[in-house]
């Protein structure tokens, strides 16, 4: 303890006098006492930023990494090059964190220490709130860190507010920046587009910057999801290594630079996208950045994993104590083509598969316009009569009649041209003057900045679920981004503001669902997933990953998105896309929030038996361990022919073992972890197709935890297509 407690002083010491600290602070695991800061701890139960004010009154990082570890020993005083938050202009060469132009015309910032404030919002959750100040502008900046301290994640953003004579203009506004330990850094991207998101890709950063960024605006998670993994000294392991998770909360367009300097020293930008964005912040304004989410463990990727996924259960996802119900959805089933009679049927249908909620999906709506097909009606927010005689309130009623909720499709921010509310409006879209309009899937972005139109698109939310009020469940859907940005209500010189302005509108507009309808569940779409973020996922309680239900490629989609989303976020669909065999698709949903999207009709009689019994054991036995358990990621599709996790409850009583062969000759064993050594486990195997007998030749032995995590199961999945699902429980 002693040894300890020297060498800490010592390393306070040491750091004191090669920076020139201005006053000393004995190191603790208590907060640091911040007023006046010379060393400030950002500090999780493992993890810690460390942050120190120079002689220069500038803030420097010493470290990010383990709690209480020794920070490496910098060579030099620092400079401008080591600034925690580097502005532009005044020494600072590389992508800055901020660029100011005041009001005068000055394109300089010089960021100086004022205070570091430090609360306990919570027994788990702090607050750390370092104010910095131009050393001659009345221009203030704010850095905050919220931690959350047994999940090991830290919140960190940005605030700027300023007392200039007049406007100025933001033109960089990173929400982080901070710089990583020396070392060699591998990236894992998560990329895609439609129908084929969250695929990761693995490189080592070098030289120079590499940016990963989207310029979408709207549905602007298309071409990539807004995180990453930063692995030090080797590509990113599952158990093993030092990994930084990051995850920036922002629906609009978004940025992340990776910058390697010439010395070798990596920094990561992190916020709103700059591009076309410079923003004039009048005095007294406040302009925040979003949230940038970090998690970093010395365990793999797995640990960041759930540490992302307890945290966002606990803190981020709405209704986190609800397991999520088990969906019926007509899209695929039907598409547009559905009637009263249709619905109830499948309503039928839905009460037969044992489903909680049936889905009502797009094409409900338009009356002069009938949204028959994808060229009119959006944004005519009126049931259709021909199609829905009674409305929507008589469906509800119906589905509660057979024990089912009732959910409604809405895409609230768009409109097709073939609709009333574009004749009425058209100067309510995102265009460009004196260009063709541009459209995609026959529709237009409706412009959120307007009050008016804002408005209007609250309403179609809240005049839709206000009426019937039977409504159990949303699907907010987007299915375009934005191409030519342009706003006839922004005026000339704040056509840049466009992208903030919408997505602020945007969450205000989520916001108003979530607290005016709190028990109504919504899931986030976007033509798939291309807007899945931790801040629009503090709106909602799921998120639609992809299109592509394909359980094949569902395989890849949902292990990429398993690195940062918890299960019971991720809804998972059994449908008849790309006509795999019946028990894959099902034990493909069966690992995140299951749902359907099939015609009961067009099932076999053997499918159909296959899916009752199928939904049952999920809901009562598995949900909960993989909605609420601890996932271990066992082995990846992208290293060969099989992908195989364990989810674990939080009392290591309970695991579920998913195994899918993606192509045939896999026979190793699987090595389960995340258990207790000592727990003993009977051993099940669940999800087998009715009248069939499993092969796993482990079956109904009670193995113990120790023995499951080293020498594994055998699962008998050797061809293509082959899966199990196996139930491990231990005794009590
Ligand atoms: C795109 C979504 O991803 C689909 O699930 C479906 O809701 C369609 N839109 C409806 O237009």
């Known amino acids: 303890m002693k040894t300890w407690l020297m060498r800490k002083i010592h390393v306070v010491v040491v750091f004191g006098f090669m920076f020139g600290v201005t006053r000393l602070v004995a190191q603790s695991a208590e907060p640091p006492d911040s007023s006046p800061a010379s060393l400030i701890k950002i500090l999780t139960s493992r993890s810690q930023i460390t942050l120190m004010v120079g002689t220069d009154r ?30 532009a202009g005044d020494g600072y060469v590389f992508e800055p964190a901020l660029k100011v132009t005041h009001a005068d015309g000055n394109t300089s910032t010089d960021l100086e220490f004022v205070r570091s404030d430090y609360s306990e919002l919570d027994s788990n959750v702090s607050l750390t709130r370092i104010e910095l100040r131009d050393a001659y502008y009345p221009f203030h900046v704010f850095l905050n860190f919220k931690t959350y301290r047994a999940e090991d994640v830290i919140e960190e953003w940005a605030e700027y507010v300023h007392e200039e004579t007049n406007a100025l203009t933001l033109e960089r506004f990173a929400s982080a920046a901070p710089e990583f330990p020396t070392g060699d850094y591998w990236l894992t991207q998560f990329h895609g587009d439609w129908a084929k998101e969250a695929q990761m890709t693995e490189e080592k950063l070098t030289f120079g910057i590499k940016v990963l960024d989207s310029k979408l605006g709207v549905r602007a998670q298309k071409y990539r999801t807004p995180v990453f993994l930063l692995s030090r000294n080797g590509p990113a392991a599952e158990t093993t290594g030092e990994i930084y998770g ?15 300097n010439p010395q070798g020293r990596l920094r990561t930008l992190a916020g709103i996208n700059p591009f076309d964005s410079a923003y004039h912040l009048r005095a007294g304004e406040l302009f925040s950045t979003p949230k940038m989410f970090w998690s970093w463990s010395d365990a793999g990727a797995g640990q960041v994993s759930r540490n992302f996924h307890r945290w966002a259960r606990k803190y981020i996802l709405r209704h986190p104590e609800n397991l999520r119900p088990v969906l019926l959805n007509n899209w695929e089933a039907t598409r547009f083509d559905f009637n009263e009679t249709k619905l109830l049927s499948l309503f039928d249908s839905a009460k037969a598969l044992g489903a909680e909620v049936f889905l009502l999906d797009d094409g409900w709506f338009g009356e002069r316009f009938p949204r028959d097909n994808d060229h009119a009606g959006l944004g005519d927010w009126q049931v259709n009569p021909r199609k829905l005689p009674h409305g929507l309130s008589y469906l509800a009623k119906a589905a509660a009649g057979r024990g089912l909720g009732f959910g409604i499709w809405l895409e609230p921010e768009m409109v097709n041209p073939e609709s009333e509310l574009y004749q009425r409006h058209p100067d309510w879209v995102i265009a460009q003057p004196h260009r063709p309009l541009d459209l995609q899937r026959n529709h237009l972005v409706l412009d959120l900045t307007r009050p008016a139109t804002r408005e209007f698109s609250w309403s179609a939310i809240d005049r839709t679920l206000r009426s019937n009020p039977g409504i ?7 299915n375009r981004f934005i191409t030519q940005p342009g706003s006839s209500y922004l005026p000339a010189g ?4 466009l992208w903030i302005d919408y997505v602020r509108a945007l969450y205000g507009n989520m916001d108003r669902f979530a607290t005016n309808f709190p028990d109504v569940m919504g899931m986030l779409c976007a033509g798939g997933g291309g807007r899945v973020d931790f801040e629009a996922l503090r709106r909602f309680d799921s998120f639609w990953p992809s299109d592509c239900t394909d359980p094949l490629d569902r395989v890849f989609i949902q292990w990429g998105y398993s690195y940062f989303y918890p299960a019971c976020a991720m809804a998972a669909h059994v449908t008849r896309m790309g006509n795999r065999p019946f028990k894959f698709t099902l034990d493909v949903a069966m690992s995140g929030a299951l749902g359907f999207d099939v015609d009961w009709q067009k099932l076999s009689p053997q499918q159909r038996t296959e899916a009752t019994a199928a939904v049952a054991p999920y809901k009562e036995d598995l949900r909960p361990i993989v909605q609420q358990g601890d996932l271990y990621r066992l082995v990846s599709p992208y290293h060969g022919q099989r992908s195989a996790f364990d989810y674990v409850s939080a009392d290591c009583h309970r695991s579920v073992l998913f195994v899918y062969q993606i192509g045939s000759g896999n026979a190793e064993s699987v090595k389960l972890a995340g258990l207790d050594p000592q727990g003993h486990y009977h051993v099940s195997e669940v999800n087998l197709s009715p009248g069939k007998n499993s092969h796993l030749p482990e079956n109904g032995r009670v193995l113990d935890g120790a023995a499951l995590m080293r020498d594994g199961l055998n699962p008998d999945c050797t061809r293509k297509f082959d899966s199990e699902v196996i139930d491990l429980t231990a005794d009590h």
């Open 58 to 87: 500038h803030l420097y990082q010493l470290g990010f990494g383990l709690t209480n570890a020794a920070v490496a020993l910098p060579k030099k005083t620092p400079g401008r090059d080591d600034d925690f938050y580097p502005s």
């Open 246 to 260: 990051g995850a920036l909360g922002w629906s609009g367009s978004y940025q992340f630079a990776f910058e390697m």
């Open 472 to 478: 159990t469940f949303m699907k907010w859907d987007c």
């Open 494 to 497: 704040e056509q840049s503001h």
